[in-house]
């Protein structure tokens, strides 16, 4: 089955402790994003990659590191988390620039 | 910079009842405009698209219009179900802009029987 899985599902954590979520794709896509989404907000993308070792940031990025080592996987990395990145996050891949994304079953982080 | 505007939820309907949940746009040049659906607990859909003006999205019996002219792209279903409570979200993506989604702050429906 085509998706994109990511974990864990549920974290909580406290502030200041790295923390990694994982994200990985069986769909060969070449693009990969991450966003959070906040009440109000909508989602907003925080860092994206457009293949291996290719990557820019988002709307949101601070507070935030990515890698794409492999063209299926694309970890989420937050080095010292703080509370304001408590948020549902979510990763996304496409094949293309012009076609749908697939979306994750998103990750509820509450950083305390 | 571009944006999309949503109508403020929740929607509260009576099962079989029209929905309409407004969505307006602002960006230069000509985006795709697309619809996203989010289950509870689940992660987002692709419910329909449209890549250029005048194009009709449906799918499931939701339908949304691309308008230029007004900058919107509205979602409509004549005969909603309870099976239909979601949040939507309202999202613009432009030719070229490395895949990234600008959503809407999405609207939350409840569909009651």
């Known amino acids: 089955e085509a998706q994109v899985t990511q974990n864990p599902r549920y974290l909580i954590t406290v502030t200041g402790k790295k923390l990694t979520v994982t994200c990985s794709q069986n769909m060969n896509h070449e693009y990969m994003s991450w966003y959070r989404q906040d009440p109000g907000l909508g989602l907003r993308q925080i860092y994206y990659?457009?293949?291996?070792?290719?990557?820019d940031k988002g709307d949101v990025p601070e507070g935030y590191k990515v890698s794409r080592k492999e063209k299926r996987n694309f970890p989420l990395i937050l080095e010292s988390p703080s509370p304001n990145q408590t948020s549902l996050y979510f990763c996304a891949s496409s094949p293309g620039t012009n076609t749908e994304a697939f979306f994750g079953q998103g990750t509820r982080l509450t950083v305390v | 910079g571009d944006s999309v505007t949503q109508m403020e939820g929740p929607v509260t309907l009576s099962e079989e009842a029209f929905l309409t949940i407004n969505c307006t746009y602002t960006a230069t040049g000509y985006p795709s405009l697309f619809w996203y659906v989010q289950y509870p607990g689940e992660g987002l859909q692709l419910l329909l698209k449209?890549?250029?003006?005048?194009d009709k999205g449906s799918n499931k019996g939701f339908e949304a219009t691309y308008r230029k002219e007004t900058t919107s792209f509205h979602l409509e279903k004549g005969s909603v179900q309870v099976s239909d409570s979601a949040v939507y979200f309202c999202?613009?993506?432009?030719?070229?802009?490395?895949?990234?989604?600008?959503f809407g702050a999405g609207t939350r429906l409840a569909v009651h029987p």
């Open positions: 449209a890549t250029k003006a005048d």
């Open positions: 999202a613009l993506r432009h030719s070229g802009g490395y895949n990234k989604l600008i």
């Open positions: 990659s457009m293949n291996v070792e290719v990557t």
